[in-house]
């Protein structure tokens, strides 16, 4: 369920696709300055890359945008860009790495990017040039789950003042055997404050905020031994949502991981895997209000 891939993973995808100086990607809609800590762009390297866009495509009505002279499409959102789509095909490595991969926003990536050795974590990559996006690093936690971190050119994009439409990005968690240990390394990187949150089921969840507003989430990982890693919710508007895009997944050329399970923190979970193995997660939203603090 979710298996994390090989931890060379982003050294591969960027020295395949990322380190020419000639690099250049398009910016991420900005104008709110930098929101460090902030997930702002999720990245999805396929080895299937046709049919994980019809896949999405028809589940999530997105859209797909090839940037003319390089290996990376735009993936839309109601006409916003939401995320990338790499070509594992197109990439010099010879195992499966397909998964998605989110960055976190930072203001200051050479100093971000030099405190996660000390913090106990691996920097796979050095800070990178994406042209007019901006520099990004990938490392990997104390425990081995992969991210990456971005200071974009032209600014984050700014905070949304509720929640995105069904089929945008929702929320980021990380699946940790240590949530305290992986809560202190991320919060040496970025700006966090953790709030530790009793619920019911989920014993121990923190919730990473910073500039007031909640960034992610940490939780047991709810598979026995599972390596840790990264895992990113879409929106869905109900259970009948839910239900009827679970009841598509397998025609797609995908695979239903967990059904549509009720969360301790409120609304309807579930888990798939596109075409290409990479996971993706699916909440429902809104929540009864008691539990509007969380995903």
């Given at each position: 369920?979710?298996?994390?891939?090989?931890?060379?993973?982003?050294?591969?995808?960027?020295?395949?696709?990322?380190?020419?100086?000639?690099?250049?990607?398009?910016?991420?809609?900005?104008?709110?300055?930098?929101?460090?800590?902030?997930?702002?762009?999720?990245?999805?390297?396929?080895?299937?890359?046709?049919?994980?866009?019809?896949?999405?495509?028809?589940?999530?009505?997105?859209?797909?945008?090839?940037?003319?002279?390089?290996?990376?499409?735009?993936?839309?959102?109601?006409?916003?860009?939401?995320?990338?789509?790499?070509?594992?095909?197109?990439?010099?490595?010879?195992?499966?790495?397909?998964?998605?991969?989110?960055?976190?926003?930072?203001?200051?990536?050479?100093?971000?990017?030099?405190?996660?050795?000390?913090?106990?974590?691996?920097?796979?990559?050095?800070?990178?040039?994406?042209?007019?996006?901006g520099r990004v690093a990938v490392a990997a936690d104390p425990e081995g789950a992969i991210f990456a971190l971005l200071e974009?050119?032209?600014?984050?994009?700014?905070?949304?003042?509720?929640?995105?439409?069904?089929?945008?990005?929702?929320?980021?968690?990380?699946?940790?055997?240590?949530?305290?240990?992986?809560?202190?390394?991320?919060?040496?990187?970025?700006?966090?404050?953790?709030?530790?949150?009793?619920?019911?089921?989920?014993?121990?969840?923190?919730?990473?905020?910073?500039?007031?507003?909640?960034?992610?989430?940490?939780?047991?990982?709810?598979?026995?031994?599972?390596?840790?890693?990264?895992?990113?919710?879409?929106?869905?508007?109900?259970?009948?949502?839910?239900?009827?895009?679970?009841?598509?997944?397998?025609?797609?050329?995908?695979?239903?991981?967990?059904?549509?399970?009720?969360?301790?923190?409120?609304?309807?979970?579930?888990?798939?895997?596109?075409?290409?193995?990479?996971?993706?997660?699916?909440?429902?939203?809104?929540?009864?209000?008691?539990?509007?603090?969380?995903?």
């Amino acid at each position: 369920m979710l298996r994390p891939r090989h931890l060379l993973l982003p050294l591969l995808l960027c020295l395949g696709a990322c380190a020419p100086a000639s690099y250049d990607l398009p910016p991420l809609a900005g104008g709110a300055g930098r929101l460090p800590g902030k997930v702002v762009w999720h990245d999805l390297i396929s080895d299937t890359p046709a049919e994980t866009a019809r896949f999405y495509g028809e589940l999530f009505g997105w859209t797909f945008e090839p940037v003319p002279g390089v290996n990376y499409t735009l993936i839309r959102h109601d006409g916003r860009a939401i995320g990338g789509l790499v070509d594992q095909g197109r990439l010099p490595v010879d195992e499966d790495i397909s998964q998605w991969v989110a960055l976190l926003a930072v203001d200051d990536i050479e100093g971000a990017a030099a405190a996660v050795g000390p913090s106990g974590g691996r920097l796979l990559t050095t800070p990178t040039s994406l042209g007019r996006r901006g520099r990004v690093a990938v490392a990997a936690d104390p425990e081995g789950a992969i991210f990456a971190l971005l200071e974009t050119v032209e600014g984050d994009p700014p905070d949304r003042s509720g929640p995105p439409a069904p089929g945008g990005f929702l929320w980021d968690e990380l699946w940790a055997v240590d949530t305290a240990g992986a809560a202190s390394f991320y919060r040496r990187l970025l700006p966090y404050e953790a709030e530790t949150l009793a619920l019911e089921g989920e014993l121990d969840y923190r919730v990473l905020s910073a500039a007031g507003r909640p960034r992610a989430g940490i939780r047991p990982h709810p598979v026995a031994d599972s390596a840790p890693l990264w895992v990113n919710y879409l929106r869905v508007a109900d259970l009948a949502a839910l239900e009827a895009i679970l009841a598509r997944v397998d025609d797609l050329g995908g695979r239903v991981l967990q059904p549509a399970t009720a969360r301790p923190a409120g609304g309807y979970l579930a888990v798939l895997q596109g075409p290409s193995g990479a996971g993706i997660a699916l909440q429902t939203w809104p929540l009864e209000p008691a539990a509007e603090t969380l995903p």
